[in-house]
């Protein structure tokens, strides 16, 4: 599977990095990670297109991980009329907002539920095609009555975890046990809420093959994460807006 990091800033944009967003390329399909980026466009510029999104998955609610997704489907409705693709949501007062933000912008849309599919994540429901599996396991970025996940996604035997936004200090230790249970081939970490010295304990028992740190805050950590690769026996990568890994 390819990975295309379209946003890699955390919850503000910087000169030249968008919000939280990866698009996922496997067999003829594109999906997404999160919705932070202007998915469309930048689909576009990747030379996808519409008809090719098969789902779009998200961690949490918050609007660096959400906005583009209204722009996307607004246009999937009215315009890419022969797009047709799931929307994994991570609380129902989203998906509400959402239908009425898309009828104010056109009041002509049909947001037809045949081609523009909303679901409430499910962590007990995972997600299934030819293509890939997608797993969502629940962290405590979020406070009741929201939700937030990590994302785990399998391409046959290759696994790929995205954090997701987790707890401030990592205090409600809601890294996921799976990072220390299982081989994973590249575990993709926020580090906007937690410090080198918070993570590094579940780095060192984690069994990924490589990690990439994303949704960096503030950007002076990008030298404590240099410093911490040096002492890691895995290869670690700090991608930017449109670094693209192959896994
Ligand atoms: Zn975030
Ligand atoms: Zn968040």
């Known amino acids: 599977m390819k990975l295309t990091f379209l946003g890699t800033s955390h919850g503000v944009p910087a000169a030249d990095r968008y919000c939280s967003c990866v698009m996922i390329e496997s067999g003829d399909a594109v999906y997404f990670i999160d919705g932070g980026a202007p998915v469309i466009d930048e689909l576009l510029r990747h030379g996808r297109h ?11 609610v918050h609007g660096d991980h959400t906005n583009g997704i209204c722009h ?30 898309i009828k104010a912008c056109n009041p002509g849309s049909t947001l037809s539920p045949d081609r523009l599919r909303f679901h409430l994540v499910d962590p007990k429901v995972a997600y299934e095609d030819e293509n890939i599996k997608v797993e969502f396991i629940p962290t405590a970025h979020m406070r009741a009555p929201y939700h937030s996940y990590s994302i785990l996604v399998s391409e046959g035997e290759k696994k790929v ?8 200090h990592l205090e409600r230790a809601d890294v996921p046990k799976i990072l220390s249970e299982e081989e994973i081939d590249l575990f993709v970490c926020e580090m906007a809420h937690f410090g080198t010295e918070h993570i590094r304990p579940y780095l060192d028992s984690a069994k990924a093959k490589k990690i990439a740190f994303t949704h960096v805050f503030p950007l002076a950590k990008y030298e404590k994460i240099a410093q911490m690769s040096a002492e890691l026996t895995v290869p670690v990568l700090t991608p930017k807006d449109n670094d693209v890994i192959e896994i």
Do not use: C
């Open 50 to 60: 519409p008809d090719e999104i098969r789902a779009l998955f998200n961690t949490h």
């Open 72 to 101: 996307l489907v607004d246009l999937a409705d009215w315009y890419f009329k022969k797009s047709s693709f799931d929307l994994y949501i991570a609380d129902q007062s989203y998906i509400d907002a959402i239908g009425v933000m």
């Open 161 to 168: 975890l995205f954090s997701g936004d987790f707890s401030q």
